[in-house]
Structure formats: structure tokens, C-alpha cells
């Protein structure tokens, strides 16, 4: 049995193919419609969610499978003391597959050591976000045609922002890759992503604090939100929280071709002047995410249609 707990657990051989899944469910949606009929998904949300929760339950129905679940921890018995290996062995005999999000990082690894059934990352505190990753892969692939050869600007809170570490992990396998960090000095790429991945690979990347001094260099623009949840307090997080705000002015300083993604949600950091701009690829992002959850699912319950 399978779970996805980091974007590494799958080759790029293997993401190819899930890539492609993803692909051809996106352009014949009727031929999955039943294909998990009589399975059920799980969502464990410990943490809000939006997004990763709906899509992978939307991902589930669009299957024709049936979902369940908790969308925080007061409403499940962690609120009464359960451990997360103890939800796990309950949740296993409820349902086939699962997602799980949770504050700490490492409790989905938890999870799947006392589970019977798959269990999917869906965010780890500031650790993973995998299925996050899978998205942001499918989105690059869809609108640059290639994986590799670009330059790649992650801005906003890299220290605590678990999308951009996994999305650094799966990245560095492609050849020619180039990371552009932008980020105020306290919220950098932690020191052990810089060491144990960036340096290891010989991956270059210079780290910037100015947005504008990057835009006319860049490929892609990843922005990404403060993670509010994850300061210890409120004074820091509101002195950083507006430190970079993309607009229309400054996106006259980025090539014509350099899209911008945003794992969403966004505060301040993308003023919604971008939106219009056909370089603004967020929302595109999302209904990928719905794609690539759907050929996630069918994998680990191994489904073949
Ligand atoms: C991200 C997350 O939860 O890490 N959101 C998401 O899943 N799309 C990003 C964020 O919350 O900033």
C-alpha cells in the first residue's frame, strides 16, 4: 500500500504519468465518472483548509465515490484527547483512502504507520504540502510545455511556507533549474533546505529582498502568503505581512511570458489589479488541482480505467 507524504515519494518517471492521467481526465471526464464507485474518502482537517479539502473531495465525487469527514480539530475527538494514530485505526474502517492536514509536522507520517488504508499529506505545519506540489507541477507543465530550463522566483514567506519547501524538493530533479528567493531576511529558505537539497544538488540560486530587482529575470513567480498561524507573535507577523505586494505597475518590469502562481489563499501580497493580467495563473492553478487529486486518488487505490 502506497500513502504521499512528500512529492519524493514519487519518481519523475511516476509523476510523468500522473501528469498524464491528470491530463486525460481533463479531457475526457465522463470515462472517470464512475470509477470509484463504492469508495470513500476521508478528509482530517485539523487546520482550516479551503481548497485542498474541497478539491480533493470534489476529486473524490467527480470519481463517483463518496466522501466524509472534519474539517476542524473541535469538531473530531482530538478535542477530547484521541491521538492521531488512534483517529487513524477508526478512520481505516470507515473508509478507503484519506487526506490528512494537521498543525505538527509529522503527524500524517504518524498517521500512515497505524493506518490501513492510504493516506494522503494534504499539509504538514510548515513542513509538506505534496498534493500542493503535484498541482503547482501540472500548472507549469500545462503552461510552459517543460518542466525543466527555468528560472523560478518563490517570494513571500519561504521560512514557514510548506508549499514552497515541497515544491523545491520536487523541482531540483528537473535539469536547469534556477531559484530566485525573495524574502524579507527574517522569513529565508530555512538552512536545512538551502544545505540538504539546494547545495547537495548543486542547484543555483541567489536570495534577494526586492521584488522588482527579480522580475525582469524570472520564468515563473511563485508569491505566497505570511503564514499568520505560524508566528509566535502578532507584532512580527503584522510588521512582515505587507512587506511584498505585487501589482499591475510592477508587473511592467516582468517578461511577457512569466506567469504567476499562487497556492492561494492570498491576503495583500497580489493586488487584485493582476488579476486580469493573462500572465495571472492562480485561479487556473486551482482547477488543476482538482485534476491531479483525481488521477492522486485513482494511483494509490490503484484504479485502472
Ligand atoms: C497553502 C497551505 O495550506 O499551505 N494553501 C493551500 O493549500 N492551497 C498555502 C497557504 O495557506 O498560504
Known sequence: MRHLMSPMDFSVEELEKLMDLA??????PEKYAHACAGKK?????????????????????NLGGSIMGFSSADSSSASKGESVSD???TISCYAD????????????????RHSSIPVINAGDGGHQHPTQTLTDLLTIRS???HLGNMTIGLCGDLKFGRTVHSLIHALVRYPGIRFVMISPEELRLPGYIRSDVLDKKNVPYEEVVRL????P???LLYMTRVQKE???????YVRMKDFYILDAKKMELAPKDMYVLHPLPRVNEISVDVDSDPRAAYFRQMQYGVYIRMALILTLLEINV
Open 212 to 215: 522588482e530587482d527579480a522580475l
Open 143 to 145: 503552461l510552459k510545455g
Open 217 to 219: 529575470n524570472l520564468d
Open 87 to 89: 483517529t487513524i485505526r
Open 41 to 61: 474518502l476521508a478528509t482530517l482537517f485539523y487546520e482550516p483548509s479551503t481548497r485542498t479539502r474541497l478539491s480533493h473531495e470534489a476529486a473524490m465525487l
Open 97 to 112: 483512502i484519506c487526506a490528512m492536514r494537521h498543525p505538527k509536522e509529522g503527524a500524517p507520517m504518524v498517521a500512515c
Open 23 to 28: 491530463g486525460d481526465i481533463e479531457k475526457n
Open 230 to 236: 505560524r508566528f509566535f507573535n502578532e507584532e512580527d
